[in-house]
Every structure is written in C-alpha cells, then in structure tokens.
C-alpha cells in the first residue's frame, strides 16, 4: 500500500506552532515580580511566575491541575500544610483547588503549566 502520511489522520488540524521567549519574560519580571501568560489555548496556559522579595506570594487556589517547574532561584511552596523545598530545575505538581503559597525566597522565577479542563456539565 501507497498510503500518504497523513491520508489516515482524523481530528482537527493543529495551528501552526509558535515559540515564546521564557528568558526574555523571566528578565522582564525580575525587578518587580508578577506573572505573564506566554502561551494560551482552550486547554492550556503557560506562563512565567517571578517572585521577588519581600513582595509576598498572593495567589489564591486555581480552577485547573497545574505544574510548577523552577527556572531559577530556590524557595519553599506550602502546599495543604505540607512544605516542599524548590530549587532550580525542581518540578511539582499541584491539584485543582490546592492552597498553596511560597516563600522563604528571595527571587524565584518558574515556568508555570495550567491545564484548561472544560467545566463539569458543558
């Protein structure tokens, strides 16, 4: 058989891939700290999350599963009481509707990763 490669493929067609500068947001946070969207789609969300001292961590609890992954710098994420030390090329995992806070930082910048799960009943 003389298939062509994508004579089989079903589903929508992907848009064309785009890339986000990470270093280049990261760099822009630095001095004040604060978050940036890099990437948005109907079932995802990236963004660069830098945190400066002594602004404290504000963010409250989220909607979707999300993944934390440390691009540079150290610091504690109290997660549901529980204290996980971070550093540099450190990952983790927190669930929908998980408190969670940092701290113990002084700059700390991560890639963060929000699974956009569609509403219950849609």
Same mark, same amino acid.
């Given at each position: $058989?003389? +298939?062509?490669? +994508? ?5 929508? $067609? ?11 947001? =990261?760099? #822009? ?27 404290? +961590?504000? %963010? %409250? ?7 934390? &992954? ?12 529980? =204290?996980?030390?971070? #550093?540099?090329?450190?990952? /983790? ?7 969670? #806070? ?7 910048? /991560?890639?963060? &990763? ?5 509403? #219950?009943?849609?």
């Amino acid at each position: $058989m003389n +298939d062509a490669p +994508d004579e089989h493929l079903t589903g929508p $067609m992907l848009t064309v891939a785009h890339a986000f500068d990470v270093e280049a947001v =990261k760099e #822009r946070l630095s001095e004040t700290g604060g978050y940036e969207v890099v990437h948005s789609s109907p079932g995802l969300e990236i963004g660069v999350y830098v945190l400066v001292a002594p602004e404290p +961590d504000r %963010q %409250q609890p989220h909607d979707d599963d999300e993944v934390y &992954i440390v691009l540079e710098g150290t610091g504690v994420l109290d997660i549901e009481g529980a =204290k996980v030390e971070l #550093r540099e090329g450190h990952a /983790l995992f927190v669930p929908a509707g998980a408190e969670h #806070r940092f701290s113990g930082y002084e700059h700390l910048s /991560l890639l963060v &990763i929000f699974e956009h799960t569609p509403a #219950r009943g849609s």
